[in-house]
Structures are given as structure tokens and as C-alpha cells.
């Protein structure tokens, strides 16, 4: 008796991907279907394919995009590009500062990125998203450890590699359909792309990055030729470090193996490379929201429930670290140099209730423009899923966190019950908690919150002290903003 034949409408997807190629992906990708995108990147590359190209002539197409332009500044203007913070003001600045390859790759990857965003988010366009930024983060700072001569190069190599990856799944096709029900049959990425397709991401990175004159640096990443170059190198075990602590998480064997061969690599401790790439993964985030994509932090792993910063000493998981505490305070208090912006300054704060007050989780929640809502837009620790960035409206009457915002004042109050109520899961904890209003000129914008639920640990009058401290450096920060 014959084989039953296999489903004619996969076969059909396949045939119809193979048939397609590479060069008609390419082209699908640069031409018609992504017009505004294709522009942008052509008009970028074609300029600065020119040898006789000028500063001012980079500076005209780019300052053709307004929005490209005000976010390249606040880019290139930004310690992750402007380590002697000087003021950019204009592009042409922007490339004397970072040179012309790394602002005409910033430009092309803002371009790839707001094209990406405003195509259908399949979930795998985020995910790419994530790990892209997480893995420049790293790959940038292995760069200047490694005191590579423009580590600026590095990161945008980094953040682009897998542009085929975010072009093509940011398109809701068929054949996508098709590979992730071959990966979820069991074979791998890779495999699924080849037999879908007829051809692997990589090898549409490295088509796009050849038609859109992007820099040496990314072919080199994709070609497959050049694992010995140092530069390569570092965008390599910057995705390495993205893809296995997504994968894995950080208690992981592959977490620990991937960790000694940056160790290797850089020729520093286990233990300081462990802590480079927590706050690696940390400034990530930070990146994320300068490029305007600030829901990346969904994407990112988690960082390790308990983890010290920067040459702090040992201690227990989850106990107060008074030092730690001490380096944060003093941090704030060069806020005036302007070097940091106001979601780094959030996170230092939150960083500071977190691990130096020991507390088990600390969220900052803002007032809508309405006034008739709190939004989580801070968050560390044992929080619920998905609660960043999550919101809840204050009713009319009877709302603990209305009344508590009407009162102006920090309190340590234990919710018990209430915290199993609808309006307050997620947001509250049954045990001990500290909640500080943040009244700025006289109006109250958000509230301040701290547990130890996990721990059931109490909170002693010395930590609500502490964590009332935090809470002004909140006021302090965003009087100024509001100036």
C-alpha cells in the first residue's frame, strides 16, 4: 500500500520560499513592500558610498528624517557614545565625535528599527529585538576592555547582526508560518529556514548588509571567515552572552562556560566579567529607550535576583549592603555633571532600595497625563510578570492608593487581605510594606513601593529611613525634570 502523501499546503509554502530565493527576499526586503524604510537606507548608504562624500553631505539626508536625526543626537550625545560629554548639537558633530561609519550605521539601524516596529509584531520580531540590544551592550563594552581603536563599530555591528532575522519575521509571512511549525516539530532554526526558504537569516544579513553598503565590520560577522579577528570576536561573544542567558538563565552550566570564555577573551576574573555583564545586560535597557523602543525591556532576561554593583563586597542574598547603598547615594549626587539621563537615574534608585536596603522588590508607579491611573515604569525584583509597564485605574472611592496619594505621606502598612483583591493582585503583598507618595511642586505624580515578602524580614525604622531617602532623590529628580 502506498505512503499516504504529505499535506500539499506546507509543500506548496516551501516551494513558493525556494522559489522566491534569496534574491527576491532581498529585494521584497529593500523594495516595494517597505517604501518609506527602502528610502531612508538607500538614500543613507548611497551618500556615503560616494568617496567624495562630506560630513555636511551625511548631515543633509540624515536631517531629511527629523525624528532619525533628534534620536541619533540623543544617541550620539549619550555616555554610551560620549564618554568626555561634550554637546551634540548636530549631526555633523555627531561625526566628528563617533566617525562617519558608525553615524551612517546608527542612522540605517534607527531606520531598520522603526520599520521593524511598525510592521506586524510577531513575537519573534521582539525576542531578535532583545537579544540585538542586549548583545551590542555587551559587545560594546568587550570592545573598549579589549581597547579596540572604535567600539562604536562594535556595537552597531552587534545590534545589526541579525537584521535578516528582524526584516523578515516583522513581515507576517506564510513561509514564516511555515518555519516555526518545522521548529516546533523539532528541527532547528536553521534547518527550518533552509527547507522553508532555501537559504539561512544569516545568509540574508549578509545579502542586506552587501546591498545596503553597511560597514566591513558586520560582513565580517556573518561571513563566516573571520572568527579570529578580535573585532569579530566581540560581537560574537556579545551574542553568545545575550543567547545563552536567554536561554538558560545565569545559574546555568552554559551560563558559567560562556562567562569563562569572555573571561579568556578579555584576560580578566571570572567573578568581574560576571558583574560586567549584569550591568551590561542593565544598560541594555537604557540603550533601548534612547533608540525609542523602551518595551524591549520585555524581551531582556531578568538580572540575577541578588547581585552587587561595582566592587561591592560579599554578601548574603538579599541582606541590606550598606556600601553599595553608600556608592549609590554618591552617584546621585553627581547628578548635576548631566552624564546620566532620567530612566538610568530611576533604575540607580530602584538599584539602591533593591540591594542596598535589602528589600525583596521595589516598583515606581507614575500618574497618567489624566491623573486617573497609576503605570509601573520601574520595576526590580521579585515582581510579577508582565507588570512593568502595566497599569490600574484609582477609583472613585475607597482606593488605598488614591487615599494614600491624598495623604502625601510615606507609611509602613501591612495590606493582608487586601492584597488578594482584584484591583490590588500584583500590586501589593500580603506581609509588611513601605509606600511613599513623590509630591513634586506641591501635586503628587506617582508612588514609591517596597517589600520583603519573599523574606519576611521586617522593616526596621533605620531601612523605612533609608528607603524615604530614595524616595526624595525621586522628588529631587523630577523637580528637575520639570524645570
Known amino acids: 500500500m502506498a505512503e499516504p502523501a504529505e499535506p500539499a499546503e506546507p509543500n506548496e509554502r516551501t516551494e513558493q520560499g525556494a522559489a522566491r530565493g534569496l534574491d527576491g527576499w532581498c529585494r521584497k526586503l529593500m523594495g516595494a513592500d517597505t517604501p518609506i524604510f527602502a528610502k531612508t537606507v538607500s538614500e543613507v548608504t548611497a551618500v556615503t558610498g560616494d568617496e567624495a562624500t562630506s560630513a555636511a553631505d551625511l548631515s543633509k539626508v540624515v536631517g531629511h528624517d527629523a525624528s532619525m536625526a533628534s534620536r541619533l543626537l540623543r544617541i550620539a550625545g549619550s555616555s554610551l557614545f560620549n564618554l568626555q560629554g561634550r554637546k551634540i548639537e548636530t ?17 540605517v539601524s534607527l531606520a531598520l528599527i522603526e520599520h521593524v516596529l511598525q510592521g506586524r509584531q510577531h513575537h519573534r520580531v521582539t525576542k531578535h529585538m532583545g537579544r540585538a540590544f542586549h548583545a551590542a551592550a555587551q559587545a560594546k563594552s568587550f570592545a573598549a576592555l579589549g581597547k579596540d581603536h572604535c567600539p562604536e563599530e562594535v556595537f552597531v555591528a552587534a545590534l545589526l547582526r541579525q537584521l535578516g532575522d528582524m526584516s523578515f519575521w516583522a513581515q507576517g509571512s506564510r513561509e514564516g508560518a511555515e518555519i516555526e511549525r518545522l521548529f516546533d516539530a523539532g528541527l532547528s532554526m536553521e ?76 584576560e580578566m576574573a571570572t567573578a568581574d566579567v560576571e558583574r560586567l555583564v549584569q550591568n551590561n545586560l542593565e544598560e541594555a535597557s537604557t540603550i533601548a529607550d534612547r533608540y525609542g523602543v523602551p518595551k524591549v525591556d520585555e524581551a531582556l532576561p531578568a538580572l540575577p535576583v541578588s547581585r552587587g554593583g561595582p566592587a561591592a563586597p560579599a554578601v548574603k542574598p538579599g541582606d541590606p549592603n550598606p556600601r553599595f547603598r553608600a556608592q549609590v547615594l554618591a552617584q546621585l549626587a553627581e547628578q548635576g555633571a548631566g552624564r546620566r539621563s532620567l530612566n538610568e537615574s530611576m533604575r540607580l534608585i530602584l538599584r539602591g532600595i533593591y540591594e542596598g536596603l535589602g528589600f525583596d522588590r521595589t516598583w515606581f508607579a507614575l500618574l497618567t497625563p489624566d491623573r486617573k491611573s497609576l503605570q509601573a515604569r520601574y520595576v526590580l525584583g521579585k515582581n510579577p510578570e508582565r507588570f512593568s509597564g502595566s497599569s490600574r485605574p484609582l477609583r472613585a472611592k475607597g482606593d488605598l492608593f488614591a487615599s494614600l496619594l491624598a495623604r502625601g505621606e510615606p507609611v509602613t502598612m501591612t495590606p493582608g487581605d487586601r492584597a488578594a483583591q482584584p484591583e490590588y493582585v500584583g500590586w501589593l503583598a500580603y506581609s509588611t510594606c513601605a509606600v511613599m507618595p513623590i509630591i513634586v511642586a506641591g501635586k503628587p505624580v506617582g508612588l514609591l513601593y517596597a517589600d520583603r515578602a519573599a523574606s519576611r524580614r521586617a522593616i526596621d525604622e533605620e531601612t523605612f529611613a533609608g528607603f524615604c531617602a530614595f524616595g526624595e532623590e525621586i522628588v529631587h529628580l523630577l523637580s528637575g525634570a520639570r524645570r
Request: no cysteine; hydrophobic share 45%.
Open 91 to 107: 549631526i555633523s558633530a555627531a561625526i566628528v565625535l563617533i566617525g562617519f561609519d558608525a553615524v551612517r550605521e546608527l542612522a
Open 191 to 266: 534547518e527550518a529556514e533552509r527547507k522553508v526558504l532555501g537559504f539561512s537569516m544569516k545568509e540574508l544579513t549578509s545579502m542586506l548588509a552587501e546591498e545596503w553598503h553597511l560597514g566591513e565590520l558586520l560582513r565580517h560577522t556573518v561571513d563566516g571567515r573571520h572568527a579570529q579577528d578580535p573585532r569579530v570576536q566581540h560581537v560574537d561573544l556579545g551574542h553568545d552572552v545575550a543567547e545563552v542567558i536567554e536561554q538558560h538563565g545565569w545559574e546555568s552550566a552554559e551560563a558559567r562556560a560562556v562567562i569563562k570564555r569572555v573571561a579568556s577573551h578579555l
